[in-house]
T-cell receptor, first 112, second 115 residues
């Protein structure tokens, strides 16, 4: 059974800092890994999807890396802004590529 | 516009009642997913549709939960004899392809409260 862990559970940083969020998974036989953002009381917004054949994906100030063999992914956020405050979730397929297992998320607060 | 939409946004019901939650996926998306999210947790998979059929319903917690997608577009999640433990946010997502590149797009969710 796929298990997904995100560390830290919560993070508070001053505006402008670069930061790294971590995601680890137990079954490395994955097809892809997706990072999401969730604002309070809202649904999930897809940030980046990395295919298993890729090592990283970039979108603006976000960079996600994937190391399948070690069961790890990181989300790097450059020059953090207060608008980045949200919960960040990673998700990987388990038991096929449609059934997805989510981590519990990292709650990020960027202080102005 | 269109993103994934879900109705109602909030539903309050009494224990033992029946509820229906609706999801309108992005037009043309063949795959549709239901998740349940409890406070402080990540979403938990419930069921996945490919077209009209439920391709994987292994996440449904028990037989009080049922979902349909009769025309391969709109889906309804049905919960019978609701219990207080069913209180959660129910999220729907859709994706354009059934293959490896299954980037999922989520709706805003329905917050269900069972009193």
């Amino acid at each position: 059974k796929q298990e997904v862990t995100q560390i830290p559970a919560a993070l508070s940083v001053p505006e402008g800092e670069n930061l790294v969020l971590n995601c680890s998974f137990t079954d490395s036989a994955i097809y892809n890994l997706q990072w999401f953002r969730q604002d309070p009381g809202k649904g999930l917004t897809s940030l980046l999807l990395i295919q298993s054949s890729q090592r990283e994906q970039t979108s603006g100030r976000l960079n996600a890396s994937l190391d399948k063999s070690s069961g790890r992914s990181t989300l790097y956020i450059a020059a953090s802004q207060p608008g980045d405050s949200a919960t960040y979730l990673c998700a990987v397929p388990s038991g096929g590529y449609q059934k997805v297992t989510f981590g519990t998320g990292t709650k990020l607060q960027v202080i102005p | 516009g269109a993103g994934v939409s879900q109705t109602p946004s909030n539903k309050v019901t009494e224990k033992g009642k029946y509820v229906e939650l609706r999801c309108d996926p992005i037009s043309g998306h063949t795959a549709l997913y239901w998740y349940r999210q409890s406070l402080g947790q990540g979403p938990e998979f419930l069921i996945y549709f490919q077209g009209t059929g439920a391709a994987d319903d292994s996440g449904l917690p028990n037989d009080r939960f049922f979902a349909v997608r009769p025309e391969g577009s709109v889906s309804t999640l049905k919960i019978q004899r609701t219990e207080r433990g069913d209180s959660a946010v129910y999220l729907c997502a859709s994706s354009p392809l059934a293959g490896i590149n299954n980037e999922q797009f989520f709706g805003p969710g329905t917050r269900l409260t069972v009193l």
